[in-house]
């Protein structure tokens, strides 16, 4: 008599739009832990083991490229579309950039052993893994672009249109300095762009704190990079057959 297997339960919904794509079989092999992601919470530091992979249910990381001196300049942005931690799924072991919580939130993490193993079956976290990792390429080399070309302030913009993407509120707590970093510009060239688009009443930035009063503002007077980037990452969106069934 044969014996039927006994079937593994459906997970709940995620927010993570990869970990919803992927089937119960996938998301046991993975040995998600929940996991709290404060702000600053570090996920990566340049030259040492990746040893998890991050995906995240809420917040956006932020990915730096550090100098000799210190200073740091953002290259991408990751919220719940994509994961952290790819890199070493393609056989890097040691991160290059820095991986930080920009903005605090939550998530699940996976053992590299496992996610190695997952994505080594070639099959639907494989396809995934693959679209995020160019999603993330398009991104940086935008940014790259972007921050060569445009002014601070449409950088600015840029920015937080981004994060706006990412986040469930309108409203995002940074520093000057930070966001300085983030622009690879200096705090009085953010205070001055910054009080330029709170004078449109395009955000109120105080404290510390920017919130964005008027998005469709923000977007008409953005330069191009983030519309030719949302045309890009639409082009390399998960197709419709890779949805998580029904």
């Not at 300085?180 to 330029?196: E, I, Q, Y």
């Not at 920017?210 to 390399?236: F, K, M």
Request: glycine residues 6%; aromatic residues 4%; hydrophobic residues 40%.
């Amino acid at each position: 008599m044969k014996t039927r297997s006994t079937p593994i339960p459906r997970p709940p919904p995620y927010l993570n739009q990869i970990l919803n794509a992927l089937t119960p079989a996938s998301i046991e092999r993975l040995q998600l832990r929940a996991i709290d992601l404060p702000l600053h919470h570090a996920i990566e530091s340049p030259g040492t083991l990746i040893r998890h992979i991050y995906f995240l249910e809420s917040g956006v990381a932020s990915m730096t490229t550090t100098f000799l001196d210190g200073d740091e300049a953002e290259v991408a942005v990751m919220g719940t579309e994509s994961l952290c931690g790819t890199a070493a799924l393609l056989g890097v072991e040691r991160s290059l950039n820095r991986v930080y919580m920009q903005i605090a939130g939550r998530g699940h993490t996976a053992p590299m052993s496992a996610a190695i193993e997952e994505f080594n079956r070639a099959s639907r976290f494989h396809t995934l893994v693959i679209h995020a990792v160019e999603a993330q390429f398009l991104q940086t080399a935008q940014t790259a672009g972007c921050n060569s070309r445009h002014p601070v302030e449409q950088r600015l913009i840029r920015w937080l249109l981004l994060c706006d993407d990412r986040c469930d509120s309108a409203t995002f707590l940074i520093s000057h300095d930070h966001l300085a970093d983030m622009l690879g510009t200096t705090r009085s060239t953010v205070t001055v762009a910054a009080g330029h688009l709170q004078q449109q009443g395009l955000i109120r930035y105080s404290r510390g704190k920017i919130h964005i009063l008027d998005r469709p503002g923000l977007e008409l007077v953005c330069c191009e990079c983030y519309a030719t980037l949302q045309n890009h990452l639409a082009l390399v969106a998960p197709p419709v057959a890779l949805a998580r069934p029904a």
